[in-house]
Nanobody, 127 residues
Framework: QVQLVESGGGLVQAGGSLRLSCAASGRTVSAYAMGWFRQAPGKEREFVGGMSWSGGSTDYADSVKGRFTISRDNARNTVYLQMNNLKPEDTAVYYC????????????????????WGQGTQVTVSS
């Protein structure tokens, strides 16, 4: 079992930046593929970005590519989502997720791929 807690959300103006953190406890996340998802009001939860457990592979949704970056610090058991040049359409509750895997380079893209989820953190971007 692994527990995930997101933090770092808040209110920011368009063009600004935020860094979300996902702190894990219970198990080291070094053997887990990690993902970030978001859910806006009235919309389904969508994939934002993912990282393999090796850290060697990342991928992002087209809507955030070039603006968002995932990183991980295994020593701190924490995964980050750096969000730059934020837009009003980035407003959502952001969730991190973890999936234990033996595949060093796999990234997972759907909700059902992940067994562990955080509680979410609100990001609001004003225009």
């Amino acid at each position: 079992q692994v527990q995930l807690v997101e933090s770092g959300g808040g209110l920011v103006q368009a063009g600004g930046s935020l860094r979300l953190s996902c702190a894990a406890s219970g198990r080291t996340v070094s053997a887990y593929a990690m993902g970030w998802f978001r859910q806006a009001p009235g919309k389904e939860r969508e994939f934002v970005g993912g990282m393999s457990w090796s850290g060697g592979s990342t991928d992002y949704a087209d809507s955030v590519k070039g603006r968002f970056t995932i990183s991980r610090d295994n020593a701190r058991n924490t995964v980050y989502l750096q969000m730059n040049n934020l837009k009003p359409e980035d407003t959502a509750v952001y969730y991190c997720a973890a999936e234990h895997t033996y595949s060093r380079h796999s990234i997972y893209y759907t909700n059902r791929d992940y067994d562990y989820w955080g509680q979410g953190t609100q990001v609001t971007v004003s225009s």
